[in-house]
């Protein structure tokens, strides 16, 4: 029987032992079997506490809406209509008058403050055009030079003489 314990024979005799043939590679729907039925496992032994204290919980991992019976409600605090009285109404006639022209007053200051700093921006974004206009015009004019040549190269006048005197050879 110590023959049965070495592998040696195995190489010869069973070589499909060795392949991949019986075997077969995971896929998607294979996890997905494999999630679901420890989800399920899962949900059959702990579903009573999750109803109790986590409904979203136990829904959740069921694919399934919230039931109208564990949703909570939003509760609004409603207060008595008569409950806040403004202090504008507490005021006489003469009062309110006055306060009414305060207001105004400082809603015209805001708004001459306003005015005035959209005016400074105007102004400024003109400024800026005016600048970015002329420079745009000048730009024409300025251009990279080579410093080590002379300006009026090849040009007429005095440049003339700068040109290579060619030397002409008679035979």
Not at 50 to 64: C, G, I, R
Not at 104 to 120: F, G
Not at 151 to 156: A, G, V
Request: charge should be positive.
């Amino acid at each position: 029987m110590t023959w049965r314990n070495n592998s040696d024979h195995l190489k010869y005799t069973c070589k499909w032992r060795n392949s991949n043939l019986g075997k077969t590679k995971p896929n998607n729907l294979y996890f997905a079997r494999l999630i679901k039925k420890e989800t399920e496992d899962f949900l059959r032994e702990n579903k009573s506490y999750l109803l109790t204290y986590k409904p979203e919980t136990y829904y959740a991992m069921k694919n399934q809406k919230l039931p109208k019976k564990y949703q909570k409600k939003q509760r609004i605090n409603i207060a008595p209509v008569n409950a806040f009285v403004p202090p504008q109404s507490k005021l006489s006639a003469e009062e309110l008058q006055k306060q009414m022209e305060k207001e105004s007053e400082l809603q015209k200051e805001k708004e001459a403050k306003a005015y005035e700093k959209k005016q400074a921006l105007q102004k400024e974004k003109e400024r800026i055009k005016r600048n970015q206009e002329a420079f745009a015009r000048e730009k024409r004019y300025i251009s990279f030079c080579n410093p080590y040549e002379p300006i009026n190269k090849n040009r007429l006048g005095h440049s003339k003489i700068i040109k290579k005197k060619k030397n002409f050879n008679y035979y």
